[in-house]
């Protein structure tokens, strides 16, 4: 079995899309692959950590926020070039904190925007877990 180190085995993310009164909180990444893109709080899993787990964490790390109502969204295997991810991503609510960025060198802005009127471009979770949420998919595969 391959281990997550060798860069040939696909790397696993999860995340967290929150949706509160039609919108949706997205950053602005920044310092990472997808620089310039809008996502949503996520990253990838440690050792011995769940999907949900993740999403928690890097909710908290990344804006200093805590989140519940936590349900699955979607499954991606996303392959594009030499990169391979596997995200599971899911919706939330905040049940505590007001979103604020604690990773400057990763986040450059945040905001709620209509889910009829999002920014460009998008993450590609995040594309995904809309497209999900308009269509009831939940699992999608893309290569590129």
């Not at 996520?42 to 109502?69: D, V």
Request: glycine residues 10%.
């Amino acid at each position: 079995m391959a281990s997550q180190s060798n860069k040939n085995s696909p790397k696993i993310g999860a995340g967290a899309v929150i949706i509160k009164n039609g919108k949706v909180l997205l950053a602005k990444r920044k310092g990472s692959h997808s620089e310039g893109m809008w996502g949503s709080m996520g990253g990838h899993l440690e050792f011995g950590e769940s999907p949900i787990e993740t999403a928690k964490r890097e909710a908290l790390e990344e804006l200093g926020i805590e989140i519940g109502k936590i349900e699955f969204a979607t499954c991606m295997s996303l392959n594009i070039k030499d990169k391979h991810f596997v995200d599971i991503s899911f919706t939330a609510e905040i049940i505590s904190g007001e979103p604020t960025i604690r990773e400057p060198e990763k986040i450059e802005e945040i905001g709620w925007y209509p889910l009829d009127n999002l920014p460009s471009p998008l993450f590609e979770p995040v594309k995904v877990v809309i497209e999900s949420i308009r269509t009831g998919r939940k699992y999608f595969e893309i290569k590129r």
